[in-house]
């Protein structure tokens, strides 16, 4: 009956602010009220429901969940300090879903008997953190968001309903064309929820470090990334990370520009990880964009090591944005990865029924590292809009199995609100 409860109200509340009548007399909604003496109060609120329905043999799903986070920040302007507060709460409505992809004993959110969709139901503190900005320079410290450069290694995970964070100190500076970015972490907040027993939070010493600096068009970066975990079913993604990284956009003409990225990394165990292992990373995309099409093409491998039967790990990256949107390489297999894809992308911004209508079709084929296994094929397609402050989303990936897993199709259909 409780649950009954929150969901009626957390429904109402995304009708309530979708509403045009809301939105055209309450335009101010969110935006931050002044409280007196150089004091600001910001609202925070995200509402979003999701229907996800996976079809494949044996295991289909089938999700509607709903996500509210609520939350204030008050900002000091003299001193340059915020403090923000985030709560967030995750309700399943249709539950013929497996919230958990790992054993959990007594856990009613453990389902085999259906596929997989990692939005279990929770209830938790999202984000708790002090901030001081200046033009140059901010330092964060507490529960925190963090996202650095595409997230394929550091990322919030923001297309789950819980989000992923991080309890950690971060430091960010500029100096002049030169960025520098560092973070220190005791404990990764995951997507799996309140619920999740230990795998709610895992402890353990991160260290993030980036140093970039501006070339022309281009950003050159070079970084590091330790992950040392304390609990021992972690262990075998504790590993040390070095590489660097060049991004940016090139223009051809007046209508037609060129985007380049291309990356490279090197991977070793670390600490109490079981594996002795060494293992490479390399992306390289090049794209073109004309008259709001852009068509991308890229190669990305997850190199293993034959010796060790190890691969290539990112454990603290947002997974789903990578290596296909029907999830069958979360993880990397031992034998690596190899992606290769391409991308034709449109925004209409001359449609004036809705705000931001954009659409994407991606095409992967996949196969291993090592051995030249074909792992299958997938297409990925989605279109987005928003009317008034409601974004919409449908999202679809099919995946068909050719020595790895099993055929996977996934359908989405989103409604989202945020103030």
């Known amino acids: 009956m409780k649950k009954t409860a929150f969901a009626a109200a957390l429904l109402a509340s995304s009708i309530a602010f979708a509403h045009p009548a809301f939105a055209a007399g309450k335009a101010a ?10 004091l600001t109060l910001d609202p925070i609120i995200d509402a979003r429901i999701r229907y996800e329905g996976v079809d494949q043999p044996t295991t289909d799903a089938d999700a509607l969940t709903v996500r509210l986070r609520t939350g204030v920040e008050l900002k000091h302007a003299p001193s340059h300090l915020s403090m923000l507060v985030e709560a967030e709460g995750t309700l399943g409505l249709v539950n013929e879903y497996n919230a958990f992809p790992f ?3 007594g856990s009613s959110q453990r389902r085999p008997q259906y596929a997989v969709v990692a939005d279990g139901q929770s209830i938790e503190l999202n984000r708790a953190q002090i901030m001081y900005k200046v033009k140059n320079f901010a330092l964060t410290l507490g529960r925190q968001r963090i996202n650095l450069d595409d997230q394929r290694f550091v990322g919030s995970v923001a ?11 971060r430091a960010e500076a500029t100096l002049g ?6 973070t220190y972490a005791i404990q990764q907040d995951t997507i799996f929820g309140s619920d999740a027993g230990p ?5 353990g010493d991160f260290v993030f470090l980036q140093a970039g600096v501006k070339a022309g068009p281009f950003m050159l970066k070079g970084f590091s990334y330790i992950i040392d975990y304390d609990e021992d079913f972690a262990f075998g993604n504790s590993s040390q990370t070095y590489g660097g990284r060049i991004s940016g956009s090139v223009p051809l003409s007046k209508a037609v520009k060129l985007n380049l990225l291309a990356s490279y990394a090197r991977q070793m165990d670390i600490g109490r990880n079981p594996v002795n292992y060494e293992a490479d990373f390399f992306v390289g995309e090049l794209g073109l964009a004309y008259r709001g099409f852009t068509l991308t093409g890229g190669y990305e491998r997850l190199g293993a090591d034959k010796a060790a039967g190890k691969a290539f790990q990112t454990p603290l990256a947002t997974l789903h944005k990578f290596n296909g949107w029907a999830d069958l390489f979360l993880t990397t297999p031992g034998n ?16 004036k029924t809705v705000q931001g209508l954009n659409a994407n079709v991606t095409y992967h084929e996949f196969r291993s590292d090592v051995g030249g296994v074909k792992f299958g094929t ?3 397609a989605s279109v987005s809009f928003k009317t008034k402050k409601v974004g919409w989303l449908v999202k679809y990936a099919n995946y068909n199995a050719d020595r790895f897993g099993v055929d996977r199709q996934i359908l989405w259909l989103q409604a989202e609100v945020s103030f």
Not at 29 to 38: A, K, M, Q, R
Not at 159 to 169: L, S
Request: no cysteine; charged share 25%; glycine share 8%.
């Open 159 to 169: 297309w789950r309903q819980n989000e992923q964070t991080f309890d950690a100190v």
């Open 378 to 380: 997938e297409w990925d």
């Open 336 to 351: 690596g990865l190899e992606d290769t894809y391409v991308t034709l992308a449109k925004v209409f911004p001359k449609v």
């Open 177 to 182: 064309p030169v960025s520098l970015d560092a």
């Open 103 to 105: 054993p959990l004993p």
């Open 199 to 203: 795998r709610r939070a895992i402890e």
């Open 29 to 38: 909604f969110g935006d931050p009220v002044p409280v007196g003496s150089g």
